[in-house]
């Protein structure tokens, strides 16, 4: 395998889905295409781990053990998401979505899994924002599936603001090239954007250019990670999108965009040699969980109350890599990965409560257990991990990231992160506690598709498996690429 | 040519540019709006070219040309096209009246020059005097952006936005590379293309395309 041919996957898929066949034969390509670019990019990672950086088409495009992590997450819950759309979005009876409108959706299915992909294995630093760009617009068609007056208000808020925001990061990615220009050679201009490059010469770049170039990247990718306060259109968008959409806009999305802020955040520890740009990072991770607390607490809606606390660990993982030691770091990624697979299983799970109970209202919702202990059981497994409760795997991460703040001497902010996080963990015990154990008159249900109760049961396996034990190869990854982020400290 | 006369012929372009952003703001209707964001594009790419030629940077002429097609012709023939699909007749609606717009306007151009002026660290490549006006566009467009009603013009104002982005690069780095610079021209398209088609959802589902409509979610 190679990262042209990881890459190309998506992409031809997104076009087969396209041809004129019938519902089902669409359905297999769609689920076929995101398996086949799951297990091509698996093979590849696991495949190259021996060698630091793999390049491919002219050193534009480059995977390091820090990417690695992050396509791993968005194959990986590409096929979970894919393989509840094909029970979720492909049904029949009277609400089935004509195939049509299918086949549009598996298009942007892939594209969005493309451009995301595309995103991570960015060196060149113009392509990565062009790949930002480009997941807002392969996603706009998918978070207004439902064609509905409130979904289309979500997905033009979305695309509006993400792209004024991604308007900005590009005033610092142009900044960063500026830097470049100005201290080297003419006759590379090629190489001049790329990542690799400038880490090498960071010591050569102006530090207070590539500082106004952080504060425009971390402003506008962070719009798009959902960092508070420019996170307006992440609890729309999360809440008016179909659940297997949420779960990839929640899961990975969100992480490639920190991605994206972390690749510069390197960049100007290494030009800067202070932490500048981690504290900013602390600053606004804060905030992020601050904001997002009252409005977990007070929530109505489900969706909502998701999408609020993904601002919120978004907002830890920041603050995690702020921190800027090792241990802070390796929690940080290991925080993306457990939320990513942890909240995509809350979203589908979302998918079936609102197939049983109708409503998106966390009041009408009552007796989940009642009506399907199944359901009930995974859905109240889920929250308890999402609030951070141990045995469950966020808990690990978010004890790792503390852990680092106490580390440094970061009492305060710790302080406040933990009162916080306790009033998040009363939040969600409250809606899910009424959400599965209300009363609720018992009320004969057609059972959801095998399918779509495999993934929510594969989802389970794996969060609680990822509290208890990290298997070897991923361990072996996420320290490689906490030491890449931590600029070759040692561990 | 002599460097003298070509930094006045940059600085007589930059005004044409100035004043061609201020008529997108102030215009009264949409079709003028659209026009006047071509004459601007028009004018950015005269801008590059210039700078392209006299500094014989071949990719940048690239970007010249391409920004002329897609910006001065492409572009705002869609707009129309997809005006006239939608019927729009009646003018520009603003949470701003106009005057107090060109007031706010020529605020944001002293204060673009004043951030820039002499001592600041940036220090471009090719005349400096173009780095406050791509600040001045910038700004502009982020107006736009927030005292539009109309759907369209805040599409408008985003194009306006990455139109001052692209002289800001320009004129500090002399562009992008090629490659980068081919796949933002395409992103814009498609951006373009995608809103629309959006503009004429948000007019079936609201009947308008006044987003002063849109406050069903909130929480």
Redesign the interface.
């Known amino acids: 395998m190679t990262i042209e041919k990881v890459l190309g996957t998506p992409l031809v898929f997104a076009f087969l889905c396209l041809i004129p066949c019938s519902k089902r034969m669409t359905r297999v390509i769609f689920t076929a295409g995101a398996i086949l670019a799951a297990l091509g990019a698996w093979s590849f990672v696991f495949g190259v781990s021996g060698s630091p950086r793999v390049f491919a088409f002219g050193g534009?495009l480059m995977m390091d053990s820090l990417s690695a992590v992050f396509v791993l997450l968005i194959t990986g819950v590409g096929v979970l998401s894919s393989a509840y759309a094909g029970g979720y979005l492909f049904r029949d009876g009277e609400t089935a979505i004509p195939s049509v409108k299918l086949r549009r959706y598996a298009f942007f299915f892939h594209l969005f899994l493309f451009t995301m992909l595309l995103t991570v294995f960015s060196n060149?630093l113009?392509?990565m924002?062009?790949a930002i760009?480009?997941t807002t617009?392969a996603s706009?068609?998918l978070v207004?599936t439902d064609?509905?007056?409130?979904s289309?208000?979500?997905?033009?808020?979305y695309?509006?603001i993400c792209?004024?925001g991604i308007?900005l990061a590009?005033?610092g990615?142009?900044?960063a090239?500026?830097s470049a220009?100005?201290r080297t050679a003419v006759g590379e201009?090629?190489l001049?954007?790329n990542w690799t490059f400038l880490l090498e010469n960071a010591r050569q770049l102006?530090p207070?250019?590539i500082q106004l170039a952080f504060i425009f990247v971390l402003v506008g990718y962070g719009t798009k990670a959902g960092l508070a306060p420019f996170h307006s259109w992440l609890?729309?968008a999360h809440?008016?999108a179909p659940a297997p959409v949420s779960a990839l806009l929640s899961g990975v999305l969100l992480s490639c965009a920190v991605l994206g802020i972390l690749r510069f955040h390197i960049l100007t520890t290494a030009a800067t040699g202070s932490n500048f740009s981690g504290t900013l990072l602390v600053v606004f991770g804060v905030f992020s969980v601050m904001i997002a607390a009252p409005?977990i607490l007070e929530?109505?809606?489900y969706k909502?109350m998701l999408a609020y606390s993904s601002v919120e660990h978004m907002g830890l993982a920041a603050v995690g890599l702020g921190f800027g030691s090792v241990i802070g770091i390796y929690g940080a990624l290991l925080h993306i990965v457990n939320h990513a697979f942890t909240k995509s299983l809350l979203f589908f799970t979302t998918g079936h409560i609102l197939y049983l109970f109708q409503t998106k209202e966390i009041s009408q919702v009552k007796g989940i257990f009642r009506r399907s202990p199944f359901l009930g059981a995974i859905f109240f497994a889920a929250t308890l991990a999402i609030a951070g409760m141990p045995p469950f795997n966020i808990f690990v991460s978010e004890f790792l990231i503390l852990s680092a703040g106490f580390q440094a001497k970061k009492f305060v902010t710790c302080g406040i992160l933990l009162v916080l996080l306790s009033l998040v963990f009363i939040g969600f015990l409250k809606h899910s506690n009424q959400m599965t154990f209300g009363e609720s008159e018992k009320v004969p249900v057609k059972p959801k598709s095998l399918v779509m109760n495999g993934v929510l049961l594969v989802g389970m396996v794996l969060i609680l498996m990822m509290g208890f034990y990290i298997p070897g190869p991923l361990q072996h990854l996420l320290q490689e690429a906490s030491r890449v982020a931590a600029g070759g400290a040692s561990l | 040519m002599t460097t003298e006369t070509l930094a006045s012929l940059i600085h007589f372009l930059g005004i044409l540019l100035l004043i061609s952003s201020f008529w997108i703001l102030t215009s009264s209707q949409i079709r003028t709006s659209i026009r006047a964001y071509a004459a601007h594009s028009f004018f950015l790419a005269l801008i590059t070219g210039v700078i392209a030629i006299a500094n014989h940077i071949e990719h940048l002429l690239i970007s010249a040309i391409l920004t002329f097609g897609l910006k001065a012709i492409v572009i705002p023939h869609v707009f129309f096209r997809m005006i006239r699909r939608l019927g729009i007749r009646k003018e520009v609606e603003s949470y701003v009246n106009i005057p107090f717009t060109l007031l706010l306007a020529v605020l944001l151009v002293f204060v673009s020059f004043y951030v820039t002026r002499d001592g600041s660290?940036?220090?471009?490549?090719a005349f400096g005097e173009c780095i406050p006006l791509a600040i001045a566009t910038?700004f502009f467009g982020?107006l736009m952006?927030t005292t539009r009603k109309k759907?369209i013009s805040?599409i408008l104002g985003?194009l306006l936005?990455?139109n001052g982005?692209f002289l800001?690069?320009v004129t500090?780095?002399?562009g992008?590379?090629l490659?980068?610079e081919m796949?933002?021209f395409?992103?814009l398209l498609?951006?373009v293309m995608?809103?629309g088609v959006?503009i004429f959802?948000?007019r079936d589902?609201?009947e308008s395309i006044d987003?002063d409509e849109?406050t069903?979610?909130k929480?």
């Open positions: 534009n060149n113009g392509i924002w062009i760009e480009g617009l706009a068609f207004n064609d509905k007056k409130s289309i208000e979500a997905a033009w808020k695309l509006i792209s004024v308007s590009f005033f990615v142009i900044l090239y500026y220009v100005a201009s090629g001049l954007l102006d207070k250019i609890p729309d809440s008016q409005f929530q109505k809606d909502r | 660290f940036l220090k471009p490549v910038v982020m952006m759907a805040q985003l936005i990455e982005l800001m690069a500090m780095t002399f992008m590379p490659l980068v796949g933002i395409f992103d498609v951006a995608i809103m959006f959802k948000i589902a609201f987003t849109m069903g979610l929480g």
